[in-house]
């Protein structure tokens, strides 16, 4: 029997263990002088501190130029002239993709700087005389809210639909917990291990950020009370592998982000919410409902793992004790009001500053795709 005011749906079946790795394929680009370059270059992108997530996106977005320069009978960097990289530039403007939508400005902007670095580095090593990307004018980006801000009420409904009665529903409800209250990426959950929440404090600690930052952000006592019981419950019967992982799949292994994503993406319909970027739209979310809650700018922009907006200024540490207490204060997954001490009614922020902070979200949509 369904839940009063919860809709009737077909649940999926029980996952098939997939299978085992795919064949390995002739790479097209297999022995080219260009594919080369990039490897030395991603070496030395990796010896210099870059992340290997940044590594493996540009990667996709360095291969996608070599085979469009390979199509034109070029296979070496000092064939590379201004006029080709431009007229690549037009290419990725008009290209569209398998369901015949464009490619989004923020997606170009990202392959034509992943080029630009790699032309760099190729000008600094010598391999060629001149930079043919160096004076390429990426396209701007336009600012913008997110399409799609998810209301506490919708969140609530969203949440509901995982039940918590069976271990992989705990996991699920946990999972969806912990993405609500604490704002993190898909890829930031899937790295997580036993020891990143650290209960008697109320905080999780986030080793593998963007750009390999760390940082703590607080769990709410909600996420607490949640994570407290699938690890006692749960987790221990899920298990059927030696790993630290913090969540497991149905069969016991490290969950990946992009099953994470389609978990949550799995509830969202369940709740009648039809929209992309379902892990990303409870980061909106999280930011969103503290900003109408009077946090301070600083402290969303500590929690979310922001560098800088463009609205305010760089800082350099924000006490976690402030940032826990505010958090109580302002997230609506707490069990009770808590009022931060010293701080009177909470000021409404300007238009400017709210609209830099989801413009920041706004910008990761792309990079999540």
């Not at 404090?201 to 952000?217: A, E, P």
């Not at 149905?250 to 970027?277: E, N, S």
């Not at 999280?286 to 809650?293: D, I, N, Q, R, V």
Request: hydrophobic fraction near 40%.
């Amino acid at each position: 029997m369904p839940r009063k005011g919860q809709l009737l749906k077909t649940r999926k079946r029980a996952a098939v263990k997939p299978a085992g790795p795919p064949h390995n394929q002739i790479d097209p680009l297999a022995g080219k002088l260009l594919v080369r370059y990039m490897e030395e270059h991603f070496e030395w992108m990796t010896v210099t501190g870059y992340s290997l997530d940044t590594v493996r996106a540009r990667r996709q977005h360095i291969r996608k130029f070599i085979t469009w320069i390979d199509e034109r009978g070029i296979d070496s960097p000092t064939q590379i002239i201004r006029p080709m990289v431009e007229r690549y530039q037009r290419h990725l403007f008009y290209y569209r993709k398998t369901d015949g939508q464009p490619l989004s400005i923020g997606m170009q902007a990202q392959y034509l700087a992943s080029i630009k670095l790699w032309f760099k580095w190729l000008t600094r090593q010598h391999h060629i005389l001149a930079n043919p990307a160096a004076d390429l004018d990426l396209p701007r980006q336009p600012k913008r809210l997110p399409g799609r801000i998810l209301s506490a009420a919708e969140v609530e409904a969203v949440l509901r639909e995982a039940d918590p009665s069976t271990a992989q529903g705990l996991r699920d409800r946990t999972l969806l917990e912990l993405l609500y209250a604490t704002g993190i990426r898909r890829s930031e959950v899937a790295s997580l291990d036993l020891y990143a929440p650290q209960l008697l404090r109320g905080v999780l600690w986030v080793r593998h950020g963007k750009g390999g930052h760390q940082r703590v952000v607080p769990l709410g006592t909600r996420a607490m009370a949640w994570l407290e019981k699938y690890l006692t419950q749960a987790r221990p019967e899920l298990l059927a592998a030696d790993t630290q992982a913090l969540f497991v799949s149905d069969y016991g292994l490290p969950m990946r982000a992009d099953q994470i994503a389609d978990k949550v993406r799995r509830y969202m319909d369940f709740a009648g919410i039809h929209k992309g970027g379902a892990t990303h739209l409870l980061r909106h979310a999280c930011a969103t409902h503290m900003l109408e809650g009077g946090a301070d700018i600083r402290f969303i922009q500590a929690m979310l793992g922001h560098s800088s907006l463009e609205t305010t200024e760089i800082y350099t540490h924000v006490s976690i004790e402030k940032l826990i207490e505010v958090h109580r204060a302002t997230h609506p997954s707490r069990l009770e009001r808590v009022k931060p001490q010293g701080e009177g009614n909470p000021q409404t922020l300007s238009d400017d500053v709210a609209t830099a902070l989801l413009d920041a979200l706004a910008d990761e949509d792309d990079e999540e795709a």
